[in-house]
């Protein structure tokens, strides 16, 4: 036999003993459970996609992630949060209990939005409520908010966002998101709330996801015109109460470049570049896990998993804003059925079990914990819905508890964890 098909044939058998060990060792538990730790990927090949995704990864370079400088907001408060819809409860019981639930569980913050349609109704500054008889102080339902925050022993962060309709008035019609004609309206409505809570409420975010449609309405996004918005609302609420906290937007995870949908990172760039760095003392990210778990490690600006507000950080170190922490305004896997009577909306959001959902979110916090010393309070997206209306919407399968309070394995899990990580 020729010499050269000698050596073919030993490479082939070497070739075929490699991929025989490989598939051996990848088969093992130990291997599985690494992987998992690894990828966030819970079968086989994903595994491998997210393996070649890392090994690509590791030729670019490296982060700008300043481990080792203090970050205020971060680890000196506690990181458990939950985003509540406690202004759709008409029923102040059914608000109570929601607080005592959330008290009971361990959580310390509680994201809530307080919307300016729902408060500066009818006119610029008239707090009146008149859409229903008799007439009532707009505030009135807020009050309550945030007095029962404060006897559960719990905090707030103030979501402001949700124009009024007359706040469009002479400006293209944006649908219920897109922001004011007039910038300063909106910063007199921040400086009104931030006015009637002195002293009670010092975590504010202004607007949610602009970065994303509908968020900033029926028109492109614009990250120079939300710099300027929040710088508006920044500096109001400073001069007012020199004490209050800043949040930026939370940015929702896309690599779109579509004009209505803008990628996060490069959007947070532009935020800099418009001088919206000195407008918010935390930065906001979602933290939705989406197609994999909570241990998925890839860093790509074309991945959108629960690790990408690390590649925010770089863009916050190479600013000058090492020192910021970010807070992830949203964090949960979307626990959905895969029945027909459920609309699909945008794939779903991903797909987990009840288990898995109860399993990954106590983990996410645990990385937090380990890994990302910048990252301050998570709040877990959702608690619970007024009512089971949505039930053919992908989102509604986000949350905690189901609308006539019965728990689902997430609050448990939540609860169990927090009592172990608690002092």
Known sequence: MPAHRNVSRIALSLLCAAVLLFSVWFALPSTRSRLIELTGEQAALPQLRALWNLALELTRPPLHLAPETPVQYARDLSPFGV????EQEVEEVK????????RDAGFTWVRQEFPWADIEIHAKGDFEDRRNRPARSAWDKYDHIVELIERYDLELIVRLSAPPKWAHAGYADLGR??????FNDFADYVAAVVSRYKGRIRYYQIWNEPNIYPE?????????DYARLLCLAHDRAKQIDPNVVILAAA???????????LNDLIFLQRMYNAGAGRCFDIASAQGYGLFSGPYDRRLSPLTTNVSRHVLMRDIMVRNGDAHKPIWLAEANWNAVPNTPDVIEGVGRYGMVTEEEQ???????YE?????????GVIAVWFFKRPS???RNQSWYYFRMVEPDFTPLPLYQAMKEYIARRSP
């Open 251 to 261: 940015l929702a995870p896309t690599i779109a470049q579509d004009g209505r949908d």
């Open 216 to 224: 900033w309405g029926e028109q492109a996004v614009n990250p120079e």
């Open 83 to 86: 985003n509540t819809f406690l």
């Open 367 to 375: 990385r937090a914990r380990r890994e990302w010393p910048w990252v």
């Open 358 to 364: 109860a399993r990954y979110v106590p983990q996410l």
């Open 95 to 102: 608000r109570e209990r929601i607080a005592q639930m959330i």
């Open 388 to 390: 089971d209306a949505e």
């Open 177 to 182: 998101f897109g922001p004011p004609a007039d």
